[in-house]
């Protein structure tokens, strides 16, 4: 769609200063930042408050009204789909499971969307900040991404807004799409990343009586393995969870294997949809000053390698530059059939046609020599869903895989169970319940199409 959203959890056990951002980049960016807003924990009424959970706070960042083909009134109807469903998704992953995290709902807002997204994602719970693009596209030193960052992707420098996530004083931030599901608490990528900041003893020495509990946390995670060439040469490195036990996590994120032509897996880009990272005003200021260097060469992308394919000029192909050129240290990939999952094919196809590609006809488009296909993966093993290549389940699609129809059946369920529970602030019932009467496949849609297309959608009301 024409619309780009995307989600910043944020897990909330610390209070950090902004005051030391000095870099002049970052400086100009935080100028812009407009209309910040915060919800405050209630007081505890007794002496000895319970022990409060620490907070994952999920931030929706909505960047226009009537992007591409759609006008405001139908941008404010798809974001109420997406935003409401999502969130309740969330809601069940934190309070019908055993997570020790609780979440809280932000929406961050560029000034150009404010008409059709503020009131809807107010009335929806959400916590509302307007900012604006974190630089100023004139100040881009060179000539090509000065005149072209606004093209080749779905909201040009506008995307950047997720770069705000690294200035957030939580420790752990999270960037999701709209248009996604999470299906299950994601509290192991959180434990291990924050258990590095609790080994860490006051005389700035890793403790290791904590070495056991890390390397079992690491070895439950969806970790994408691989083993492959860091420099071109044949000297590989071995990215598995063994590697990881004494690493020090700052980013885990899945990289979209769709955007590249063979050969070009090391310089995929990083997929929009997913960014678990640490949260750092120094980071966020050498991305502004990326951006600003102009360093994408037309033809190639950042760094002259990364972000040549649609979207590389913004978010995905800067931050493929940032954890494949300049970072590598920081960064994990993940299992994009468990996180992110987008129901993609693994494998080139078999007719491909350009002969510069015939040795690639059905091999690994990750580069390894076996893939897992993601289009064959149990529902019960998938973590978060990103309703990219199977549709948006709003669009009743008529001709589904197998997976996009139990994902989208997934998605419908959801949806009921949001209107079944909505109440106010005092627990009273707010249900808005359509008359399920749509008979199109409705062991998909759940009486929600009454036939195929958008047209067919019965849409939720807030």
Not at 252 to 281: C, S, W
Not at 344 to 356: L, Y
Not at 421 to 441: F, H, I, V
């Amino acid at each position: 769609i024409g619309l780009v959203f995307q989600f910043i959890a944020v897990h909330r056990i610390g209070n950090r200063s902004n005051d030391h951002i000095n870099n002049a980049a970052a400086a100009a960016a935080s100028s812009l930042m407009r209309g910040a807003t915060t919800q405050n924990a209630p007081q505890q009424q007794n002496n000895k408050p319970p022990k409060k959970k620490p907070v994952i706070a999920y931030t929706v960042t909505i960047t226009g009204c009537s992007e591409k083909n759609y006008s405001a009134k139908e941008a404010t109807a798809l974001i109420t789909q997406g935003a409401a469903v999502l969130q309740h998704s969330i809601h069940l992953a934190h309070t019908t499971t055993s997570s020790k995290y609780d979440y809280q709902m932000y929406a961050i807002i560029h000034p150009a969307a404010t008409s059709c997204s503020v009131t809807p994602m107010k009335q929806l719970g959400y916590q509302v900040l307007v900012r604006n693009t974190p630089f100023h596209n004139s100040d881009i030193q060179t000539k090509f991404l000065r005149e072209n960052i606004d093209g080749a992707s779905c909201c040009g420098a506008k995307e950047f807004l997720k770069l705000y996530a690294y200035t957030l004083k939580e420790p752990v931030a999270v960037i999701l799409d709209l248009d996604s599901l999470v299906l299950r608490p994601m509290d192991e990528l959180f434990d291990v990343m924050l258990m590095e900041d609790e080994n860490i003893g006051g005389d700035g020495q890793y403790d290791h009586h904590h070495d056991d509990a890390r390397r079992k946390m690491v070895d439950q995670l969806p970790i994408h393995h691989r083993t492959m060439s860091s420099d071109g040469s044949n000297h590989k490195e071995d990215v598995s969870s063994s590697s990881l036990y004494n690493k020090r996590i700052d980013a885990f994120y899945t990289r979209d294997y769709n955007m590249i032509n063979p050969g070009g897996e090391k310089y995929a880009g990083v997929q929009g949809g997913f960014l678990m990272l640490r949260p750092d005003e120094d980071v966020f200021a050498e991305y502004v000053d990326l951006v600003l260097q102009g360093n994408y060469i037309d033809g190639r992308g950042w760094g002259g390698k990364y972000g040549y394919f649609y979207g590389g000029a913004q978010v995905q192909g800067i931050c493929s530059y940032y954890f494949g050129e300049l970072h590598p240290e920081k960064g994990v990939e993940l299992n994009r059939c468990r996180v992110n999952q987008m129901v993609d094919a693994p494998r080139f196809d078999v007719k491909m046609k350009e002969k510069r590609y015939r040795d690639a006809r059905g091999k690994c488009r990750d580069g390894r020599e076996q893939c897992e296909d993601c289009r064959e993966t149990d529902v019960k093993d998938i973590w978060s869903v990103h309703f990219t290549l199977c549709g948006k389940p709003w669009f009743c699609n008529s001709n589904l895989q197998p997976l996009c129809s139990k994902l989208h059946s997934e998605w419908f369920r959801i949806r009921r169970s949001y209107e079944e529970s909505r109440s106010d602030d005092n627990g009273n019932e707010l249900r808005s319940l359509p008359k399920l009467e749509g008979s199109y496949r409705p062991e998909i849609y759940h009486g929600y199409c009454t036939g195929g297309g958008e047209r067919g959608y019965l849409p939720l009301k807030i």
